[in-house]
């Protein structure tokens, strides 16, 4: 019976031993590894805001790291702005500051009272990107927009010419959560869609939001609209909830309004 007891203490002690050592393996792993993943993911976001300023194309094969540092750093400038009044934070790294993180604390965010895009939460200050050609003339606005599909968050960048109003393109990059519906949701990827938003228009001539996506087909050809998603509407619907929620009174319309009133120059 003592020798059972023993042997039955020495087992437990070498699978506490094993998974005290593989613990300790896995926890500096994950601290080793960390730095390396904030630099992947920061390298990532760099490479969708070139991708929706028109300045890479991802689609002609994988882009060089190198070369998106490169083309970041030379047209791209990340300011932060406050919301609540449309001005910006000038203390503030736009490169460094998070956005998500400063949402998830409430002494640096606030809970929207319209909230059609399902954020939750929205962070006191925004990040704006600013995109300027080889003169260093700003050529493109790219504003940070998300907000719920079907299943999940969808993040994306809204790229609009220096007057706050035409549409260079749209390009979602993110699906947190389950993800969107398998070759639905997902369409708002394809190169196709996102050719639908070039050119279209943000605000009518009364300055009024007018951006629709629509299946109705007097919209969706007008220079207010785009075609829906076929077979994915609630997913359609999270894109237009994304849209009006963030150029809206909670979102950056505040900072829209100053800026296309001289505001950036």
Known sequence: MASNKESFGKTLFVVIGLCFICSMLVSTAAVLLK???????????????????????????????????????????????????????????GNTFDVEKAARTSATSFIPVNDIASVKRVANYGVIYLVRDENQQLKTVIIPVKGY????????????EADLNTIRSLVYYDFTGSGETPGLGG????????????????????????????????????????????????????????????????GFAKFIEKARNGGLS
Request: proline share 2%; net charge negative.
């Open 35 to 93: 730095p390396t993943q904030l630099e992947n993911k920061l390298l990532d976001k760099q490479k969708y805001i070139l991708e929706a300023a028109g300045l890479i194309d991802t689609r002609k094969g994988k882009v060089a790291k190198a070369d998106i540092i490169e083309q970041y750093n030379k047209h791209v400038e990340a300011k932060v702005v406050d919301l609540k009044t449309g001005d910006w934070v000038n203390d503030v790294d």
């Open 149 to 160: 599909g079907l299943w999940s968050t969808m993040f994306a960048f809204l790229a609009v």
């Open 187 to 250: 369409e708002v990827q394809n190169p196709q869609w996102i050719a639908k938003w070039t050119g279209k228009k943000l605000y009518n001539e009364q300055g009024e939001l007018a951006i629709k996506v629509t299946k109705i087909p007097t919209i969706a050809n007008s220079q207010y609209g785009v075609d829906a998603l076929s077979g994915a509407t609630l997913t359609g619907n999270g894109v237009q909830n994304s849209l009006e929620f963030w150029l809206g009174e909670e």
